[in-house]
């Protein structure tokens, strides 16, 4: 994996971090077992997961995505992720090969998640597992209703 993904991947832990910090420590949000979305009538949330393009690491991305949500999960004791297989879901997670402006994205219920980026050199370099889970983790938290902090 090239320098700039693993520095890359560094910058997102800490900005993870200090968002979870952050958001503990500010009293009007209420603690992390209090995460209240209108979404979650039943705290329940269905997630559907795109087909991972045959240009990945299938294995890894699934591995991610898994993490991910078992650490909302273990942190979150209230809220439960189930994988579904149909059109009806809460949380679509998607993938995109290499994008320019963000690693991640939440819109809605959608959450797009780049997969790599091209080096220097013009090829392209998967992501690791710790920087996939960690943008899921993150996106995952902007649906939940929690934004970034200055």
Request: hydrophobic share 35%.
């Amino acid at each position: 994996m090239g320098t700039l993904a693993k520095v890359f991947g560094i910058f997102v832990v800490i900005v993870i971090i200090a968002i979870a910090v952050s958001w503990m420590g500010n009293p009007q949000n209420g603690s992390q077992n209090e995460i209240q979305n209108e979404k979650l009538d039943d705290n329940i949330i269905q997630v559907r997961v795109a087909t991972i393009p045959p240009y990945a690491d299938e294995e890894m991305v699934e591995n991610s995505i898994d993490a991910s949500l078992y650490r909302w999960e273990r942190n979150n004791p209230e809220i439960i992720f189930e994988y579904a297989t149909d059109e009806y879901n809460e949380l679509f997670i998607h993938w995109e090969k290499a994008p320019k402006e963000h690693i991640g994205l939440q819109e809605g219920k959608s959450i797009m998640i780049g997969l790599g980026q091209y080096d220097c050199k013009g090829k392209w370099q998967h992501f690791s597992k710790e920087t996939l889970s960690d943008t899921i983790a993150h996106e995952t938290g902007h649906y939940l209703g929690l934004n970034h902090h200055s």
